[in-house]
């Protein structure tokens, strides 16, 4: 077994023997990234030379010490690019690092690698990006989800040991269940949103993918927090994400909704997810059947909200100060529309547009007022549900990974996919995929993701509860065979 293979915590047990240098692994993973990343298109950009050189000083005894994690290309690194996978963001570099880059320079990890994804987080196969579409290391001629396919894609295919995604309405569980490998979404206001390009404010969270879970909870640990610069960053106590970890199940429920185990769900996915939840049995949990009535309502109250915020925040992209500026403009006013309509691609632009049309006047009660009400009802259907059980468990995705290029005329179908994660986003609760089997299509092995939902700030518990099952089962040791 190579270095890339390895989880975060073997590549630390190596480090701390003195067996590799952060140098060392650094030019492993490069290495690695240059032999398989054509096939996967999962990076943007790479700067080797500013990596190394925080390597060479890295300190080994720290949390994440010399560890090297990409980055998902929406959250801001002192002086690489930030494009949001968008033309109107070309040629920006930031000039200043997001809370979460800070607190993993302050583990000691190393940022390496610009992921890409679904321009400006828009989408649910990484096919949106301007800069080409990633494929999933399971099958190149599939989609690896989305909004952040590249992250997901890198950690899958050993080209990255741990990378930072952003999810609004499922962008990290969508695709690290078709990659078949963990991905985190905290609770709304555990980890700063600062210098990340907002999608939609009120949904939008940071997490990470790993390799494993207990790799999850050594990134949460780092990556948590209060930051005063984020007011919607909320100065909860940050535990120990590893403690509870190895803890048996006795005593816990688990809760199976309803609503999310219904008919169109790929037979395979059912059935890995449903021999999932009797393995739970035989750790030890219990098994309750819950309701969460207002589900059929998600993912038309998330298209509302999201898109209402979205039309927002794409304001502020002009091409005045920075990013792609329309030649020969005649005037202010045709500049931001020739701007734009350069720089936008065309599921942005149909998100703004959608955005605007349920804020403006006439249509604002009628749209936004209401799909905010519902969006209440359905935070409160998590509530009860919680006061019989200690955790959810359900599908991450109703299917594997379709073709590339299967949904690309079907907006509405595409929206589909995330029916079974848009609803935690809503509700501000976390919620982690985890690898619980794979399906087999035309030849092919696809993994299956199976989706655990927690209590508000109850990440460790999450953790502990995802934990025992990885670890009772192989799943999370499978690797694509990438030549």
């Not at 609503?259 to 769900?265: K, L, M, N, P, Q």
């Amino acid at each position: 077994m190579t270095l890339p293979n390895l989880s975060i915590a073997d590549v630390q047990q190596k480090l701390r023997a003195k067996e590799v240098s952060p140098a060392e692994v650094l030019r492993a993973l490069d290495a690695r990234i240059a032999q398989v990343d054509p096939q996967i298109h999962g990076y943007l950009s790479r700067d080797l030379d500013a990596a190394m050189k925080c390597a060479e000083s890295a300190d080994v005894s720290l949390p994440l010490g010399g560890i090297p994690i990409a980055i998902k290309d929406v959250i801001n690194v002192t002086g690489e690019p930030c494009t949001a996978a968008s033309k109107i963001l070309q040629g920006y570099r930031a000039n200043y690092d997001a809370t979460v880059i800070r607190k993993l320079r302050a583990a000691g990890a190393i940022p390496f690698g610009r992921c890409n994804l679904d321009e400006f987080a828009m989408g649910s196969s990484t096919e949106n990006s301007a800069f080409g579409h990633t494929r999933n290391p399971w099958d190149t001629s599939r989609i690896p989800g989305g909004s952040s396919g590249g992250s997901a894609a890198v950690v899958a295919a050993d080209e990255a040991f741990a990378a930072l995604g952003s999810d609004t309405g499922g962008s990290i569980r969508q695709p690290a269940a078709l990659c078949g490998i963990v991905g985190l979404k905290p609770t709304y206001g555990r980890v700063s949103r600062f210098g990340l390009i907002a999608f939609a404010s009120s949904l939008d969270q940071i997490g990470p993918f790993t390799k494993t879970v207990r790799d999850s909870a050594l990134v949460l640990n780092a990556i948590a927090g209060r930051d005063p610069q984020d007011s919607t960053s909320l100065d909860e106590p940050v535990p120990d994400h590893t403690a509870l970890l190895g803890r048996d199940l006795k005593g816990l429920r688990l809760g199976m909704p309803r609503e999310y185990f219904i008919d169109g769900i790929d037979p395979q996915v059912d059935a890995a997810v449903r021999a999932a939840v009797r393995h739970y049995e035989s750790l030890g949990a219990e098994i309750v059947e819950v309701s969460l009535p207002n589900t059929e309502h998600a993912v038309g109250v998330y298209y509302i909200i999201a898109t209402a915020e979205a039309s927002a925040n794409l304001a502020r992209f002009d091409g005045v100060r920075y990013g792609h500026r329309a030649a020969d403009a005649t005037g202010l006013l045709d500049h931001y529309g020739r701007t734009r309509a350069e720089g936008f691609g065309p599921e942005v632009k149909r998100r703004i547009i959608l955005g605007t049309y349920v804020l403006s006047s006439g249509y604002y009660d009628a749209f936004y007022l209401r799909a905010q009400k519902v969006r209440t009802l359905i935070r409160r259907d998590f509530s009860a549900a919680f006061e019989k059980v200690d955790a959810l468990i359900c599908p991450t995705s109703p299917e594997v990974a379709f073709k590339a290029g299967d949904r690309s005329d079907d907006p509405l179908k595409m929206y589909l996919a995330d029916i079974f994660t848009i609803a935690t986003n809503l509700a501000g609760i976390p919620g982690i995929s985890i690898p619980c089997g794979f399906a087999d299509v035309e030849g092919k092995k696809l993994p299956v993701g199976l989706q655990l939902l927690g209590k508000p700030f109850r990440e460790s518990q999450l953790l502990q509860i995802a934990h025992a099952y990885e670890q009772a089962t192989d799943w999370h040791k499978a690797r694509p065979a990438m030549e």
